[in-house]
């Protein structure tokens, strides 16, 4: 084949394939009789390998001596299988951050209907504070945090107390995130559902997937809202570790809260 088709298999330019050559990660080509270059199915295998080495930050002269031995024994080189491992745990990483991402959109779009119809409800004075629940299993940590960083947040503008499906404790872990973020949460307590049922919420908020089935809908609230977060009690390992991961719970509800904040807040006539 000529250079041409070898560049448009692997997904470079020809000039590519010269520059590959004369770096010797890419053997001569073979010259016919008229003077062209002349390339064969190895010489693709070659070249996409080494392509594909480069995406993951090799130098021209490591990817070339690693797709040689490739090629060679027909299996990965040791060499090659730690930058294999780190490049599966990137992309890991990054399929991760996108179902994050997604979720967090997925939430405000549903804010936003969410507001829309609070909008239409005359439920409320005017100047009455935006009553919101949050809701989890144990209101020891999830729904926790997020009532004490909507307080926060919000301010005089809301309302704001958190309940459990079944009462427990407030983790402390919880209690100490929030004291290094400037919240003192130190004589709060785990609430039971039962005791907000019989009032009238502008938003209730489910934060895990339990609570949202054992109470899918709740009664005296205008609009229903469900952030999936993982539970940071179930993380396990050192107390750093676990610590770790509590703050991580109160970095995706500050994400979440700042768009809902300001969304609820225009919706009650409060733009600020």
């Not at 448009?8 to 003077?35: D, F, K």
């Not at 745990?89 to 951050?97: G, L, T, V, W």
């Not at 804010?111 to 144990?138: N, Q, S």
Request: aromatic fraction near 6%; hydrophobic fraction near 40%; proline fraction near 4%.
């Amino acid at each position: 084949m000529r250079i041409a088709e070898l560049a448009r298999l692997v997904g470079i330019a020809p000039s590519a394939v010269r520059w590959y050559e004369q770096a010797g990660v890419l053997p001569a080509a073979r010259r016919e009789g008229n003077g062209y270059r002349s390339y064969e199915d190895a010489d693709v295998a070659r070249l996409r390998l080494v392509v594909s080495l480069r995406r993951l930050g090799l130098g021209p002269e490591d990817a070339g001596r690693l797709a040689r031995l490739c090629l060679e024994h027909g299996e990965a080189d040791l060499d090659l299988a730690p930058l294999l491992a780190d490049q599966r745990a990137a992309i890991a990483r990054q399929r991760a951050d996108l179902d994050r991402l997604e979720a967090e959109m997925l939430d405000l779009e549903d804010t936003i209907a969410a507001a829309g119809r609070a909008r239409r409800t005359e439920a409320m004075p005017d100047r009455a504070p935006i009553r919101v629940l949050f809701l989890c299993t144990h209101n020891s940590a999830r729904s926790q945090i997020a009532e004490a960083l909507l307080g926060r947040l919000g301010g005089e503008d809301f309302f704001v107390r958190s309940a459990g499906t079944e009462r427990s404790r407030v983790n402390p872990l919880a209690v100490r995130t929030l004291a290094e973020l400037g919240i003192d949460w130190s004589g709060a307590r785990s609430r039971a559902l039962k005791e907000f049922v019989d009032q009238p919420w502008d938003y209730v908020i489910t934060v895990c997937d339990r609570a949202r089935q054992t109470c899918p809908v709740f009664p005296g609230a205008v609009n229903s809202l469900h952030w999936g977060l993982d539970d940071p009690s179930e993380a396990e390992g050192t107390d750093e570790v676990r610590l770790a991961a509590f703050r991580r719970t109160a970095q995706e509800i500050s994400v979440r809260l700042r768009p809902f904040v300001e969304i609820a807040r225009r919706s009650a006539g409060r733009d600020r």
